[in-house]
Structure formats: C-alpha cells, structure tokens
C-alpha cells in the first residue's frame, strides 16, 4: 500500500512540474511569430480602387481602428470595460504616419496581413485583428488603394500606438487554436453579382 502511495505522489509531482513548465513556456513563448513575408505586389490606384476601398473599409476596418472622436483610423482600446478574458486589446494606428502608422509598409506587406494574419515582424495577429483569406484580389487591391487616399480617414497621424498585453488565455489559445491562414496560391476573382446562387 505505501508503494502504490509512493508512486502516485511521484506522478503527482512529475505532473505538476509539467504543467508548471508548460504553463511558464506559454507565457514567456506569447504570441507565436511565423516569420515575415511580402509577396511583393504593388497595387495601382485609381478612383474607382479607392472609391470602393472607401465604402469596404469603413465597413471592415473602421469599427475597431477608428476613434470616433478624431474619425481617422489611429485605432484604440478594444475592450474598454474588460469583459473579454483576451487581455489589454488595443487596434492599432493605420493611418499613413511613417514611425507609428502604416504609411512605411509596402503593399505587400499590408497584403499578407490582411490574407494570413501575419504582421511585417513574422507575429501572429489573433483573431481580435479581421482577416480577408478569402476576398478577392480586385477588393483587397481597393482596401489598400483607399489606404494611400488622400481621404482624412487615413492622413498621417502621430497618435502612439498601444501594444496589445495578451492574456495567458490569449497565448495558449494562440499555440493550440488560432492559426493563420495559407497565403492564397491562385488568383481569386471578383465573385459574378449576376449569378445569385453562387
Ligand atoms: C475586430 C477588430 C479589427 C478589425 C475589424 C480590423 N482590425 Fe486591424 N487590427 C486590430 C487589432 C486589435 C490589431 C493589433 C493586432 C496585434 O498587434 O496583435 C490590428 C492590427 C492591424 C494592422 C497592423 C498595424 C501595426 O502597426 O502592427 C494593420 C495594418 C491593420 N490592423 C489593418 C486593418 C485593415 C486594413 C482592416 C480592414 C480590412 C482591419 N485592420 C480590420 C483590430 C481590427
């Protein structure tokens, strides 16, 4: 009897050190980086581009990265009153400032983030940041045109960016859970409007 009790304290322990390491691995490891990429695309604006980057926009990004006070997309707290168990989320500055927004990132690199979640360090952007895996080049190409617009949404603006603090829960769901998304390998077209059922 005073084995079986030896032994099962002895996995006990060897448990608890475990999870204790796996625990700490998690929160030193935080948000896994998947290593940088830029598909090097350049995207040509034109009027109609921004137009439509403009209506999309201000639907898909606007929401999160816009303060409503200043109306430009220098980005903010998230979650305010704390009611997610995600951590300190802050959306972040993507206006065309060089140092603090994004107005020093190729259009490649706005790109792959946007298709993958992948951000121009390599790190991950879990699911608190919107990603478009799968719309079609034609409105990506919109996005980033209205991005380089002169619209004030999107004129350079200094306001600090605040780093997201993740939560243990954010880590360890970004190791087991949240994954970014392939890189699209094919062209994706502008669905066809005209054939409903599709
Ligand atoms: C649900 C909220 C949400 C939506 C919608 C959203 N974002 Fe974000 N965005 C974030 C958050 C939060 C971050 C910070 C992510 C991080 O660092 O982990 C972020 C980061 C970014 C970054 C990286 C900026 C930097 O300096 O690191 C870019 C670029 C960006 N978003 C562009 C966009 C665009 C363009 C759209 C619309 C197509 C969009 N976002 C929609 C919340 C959002």
Redesign the pocket.
Known sequence: MKKILKVLFIILIVVVVLAGGFALFISIRG?PNYGAKDPGIKIVSDSTRIERGQI??SM??A???KNPETGKLT?GD?DPDHKLPFGN??????TQDKTV??GD?TDGQ?IY??RTGI??DG?Y??P???K?PNMSDEDVAS?ISF?HSNDPMVQADATP?R??EPSFLAKFLALVAFKPFPYPDHVIAQPDTTDKPA
């Open positions: 948000i999309l926009a898909l990004c929401d999160c990265h980005g998230m989320l802050f959306s972040q500055n993507i927004g994004i990132w706005i983030l946007l951000k121009r790190q952007a879990p608190w940041m919107a478009l996005i991005l960016d780093p997201c």
